[in-house]
T-cell receptor
Framework: GAVVSQHPSWVICKSGTSVKIECRSL??????MFWYRQFPKQSLMLMAT?????????EQGVEKDKFLINHASLTLSTLTVTSAHPEDSSFYIC???????????????FGPGTRLTVT | EDQVTQSPEALRLQEGESSSLNCSYT??????LFWYRQDPGKGPEFLFT???AGEEKEKERLKATLTKKESFLHITAPKPEDSATYLC????????????FGSGTQLTVLP
């Protein structure tokens, strides 16, 4: 199997505070993890790619100083939303890449998501 | 630019009424096409990976097929528990990391 967990599953915070979300691959090592954001009835929007031991790569339009990503080990990546505002309220989903073979075709397994509400 | 288009946006079926979901794609060389199932408030659940035209994969009532321009997810004799949003994604050659997702098909199976 390939199981990815996220913690917390939901969080409510006040505007101006920071929130940390953890993503863990439970039964495989993941050198690369991804962070997505999903709005209601919309598809997943890639925010950043997290590589173990190096800086994250952010997609265009995503503020790297606001969404801090740390890939501390082969099984853990964290997303910190700094100085959160109501517009940051969303469903955040992480995924971990499990390399299938040497051709770099891989399967991506998703966590259960974290619902962030900023009041 | 890689593009993935899924149709229909929403589909309502009676239990036992078979149908197909479509995923059309435009990529600069396809490394892999992926199907996921997503239930409300949850992360996507991996279903299939298809690598080349002509390939087919099956899992219970689901069967995924791939051509050079599109993929189909066939649902045979669906049950209410098959209700979910089905997402299609592609990985392009030269892109060793990210997937491009379609907007999904919301499937509702009525008892």
């Amino acid at each position: 199997g390939a199981v990815v967990s996220q913690h917390p599953s939901w969080v409510i915070c006040k505007s101006g505070t920071s929130v940390k979300i953890e993503c863990r691959s439970l039964d495989f090592q993941a050198t690369t993890m991804f962070w997505y954001r999903q709005f209601p009835k919309q598809s997943l929007m890639l925010m950043a790619t997290s590589n173990e031991g190096s800086k994250a790569t952010y997609e265009q339009g995503v503020e790297k100083d606001k969404f801090l990503i740390n890939h501390a080990s082969l099984t853990l990546s964290t997303l910190t939303v700094t100085s959160a505002h109501p517009e940051d309220s969303s469903f955040y989903i992480c995924s971990a890449r499990k390399i299938r073979d040497s051709t770099y075709t891989y399967e991506q397994y998703f966590g259960p998501g974290t619902r962030l509400t900023v009041t | 630019e890689d593009q993935v288009t899924q149709s229909p946006e929403a589909l309502r079926l009676q239990e036992g009424e078979s149908s197909s979901l479509n995923c059309s794609y435009t990529v600069s060389g396809l490394r892999g096409l992926f199907w996921y199932r997503q239930d409300p408030g949850k992360g996507p659940e991996f279903l299939f990976t298809l690598y080349s035209a002509g390939e087919e994969k099956e899992k219970e009532r689901l069967k995924a097929t791939l051509t050079k321009k599109e993929s189909f997810l066939h649902i045979t004799a669906p049950k209410p528990e098959d209700s979910a949003t089905y997402l299609c994604a592609v990985q392009a050659s030269g892109s060793a990391r990210q997937l491009t997702f379609g907007s999904g098909t919301q499937l509702t199976v009525l008892p």
